[in-house]
């Protein structure tokens, strides 16, 4: 029974071709290209709107010289929300809940920021690593712990997504399968079952969506 309900996260193939390929181009054609003229839809607008808004918060406590990272991670943020919302629909398989692919996405982004850092400002970089009014014999310790936690960073960001969305499928595989289950025998159970898996649906709409600002939130921060 446990090897079918993680059956759900391998991925698919069709003769044999794994179809990930598919899963993580599809988010791309499902945005709308953004149109040359000076009336968009409604669509549009709306898109327009969105990412405008996601990248002023984003971008808001980040100085002038971080400002060149909007479009990557704009973008980023595009592909994850739609990942994961995509994932959340009947016979679809989410990339997302593969920790290879979450940690491709957590390592060189995160790399990318300490190599930047290290090259812009190697002072305040390494000024992280041991907190201001540290005491004397504490230095070394402290030293050593702030670098495991520097290292460990991009495992927590693919961690994290990958077990909350993992999380959140199987419960609501299992709570589907209760309430299948327990339809014909007892029926009022079953019905305060599917009420809780629509509560829960709802719920992992807004975890497929918290978690796809707070990986990049982490990643600019």
């Known amino acids: 029974m446990m090897a079918n309900l993680f059956d759900q996260f391998m ?35 709306l898109q327009s709107w969105f990412l405008n808004r996601f990248t002023q918060q984003l971008l808001l406590p980040i100085n002038t010289g971080g400002h060149k990272w909007a479009l990557i991670l704009a973008s ?4 994850l929300l739609s990942m994961n919302l995509l994932g959340l629909l009947p016979y679809t398989f989410t990339p997302t809940t593969q920790l290879s692919l979450n940690m491709g996405l957590a390592v060189p982004f995160w790399l990318a920021t300490v190599i930047i850092g290290m090259r812009n400002q190697p002072t305040a970089a390494l000024g992280h690593l041991l907190p201001e009014g540290t005491p004397t014999p504490l230095i070394p310790v402290l030293i050593v712990i702030e670098t495991i936690s520097l290292f460990i960073r991009p495992l927590a960001l693919g961690v994290r997504l990958t077990a909350n969305l993992t999380a959140g499928h199987l419960l609501i595989q299992l709570i589907a399968t209760a309430a299948f289950t327990l339809m014909t025998t007892m029926t009022t159970v079953a019905l305060l079952t599917t009420s809780v898996l629509f509560l829960l649906t709802l719920l992992e709409i807004a975890v497929a969506m918290i978690q796809a600002y707070v990986f990049v939130l982490l990643l600019s921060l």
């Open 76 to 79: 980023l943020m595009a592909f």
């Open 11 to 45: 991925s698919p193939a069709y003769l044999g071709i794994p179809l990930i390929v598919l899963a993580l181009g599809l988010p791309w054609i499902l945005w709308p290209s953004p149109s040359s003229r000076w009336l968009n839809n409604r669509l549009i607008t």
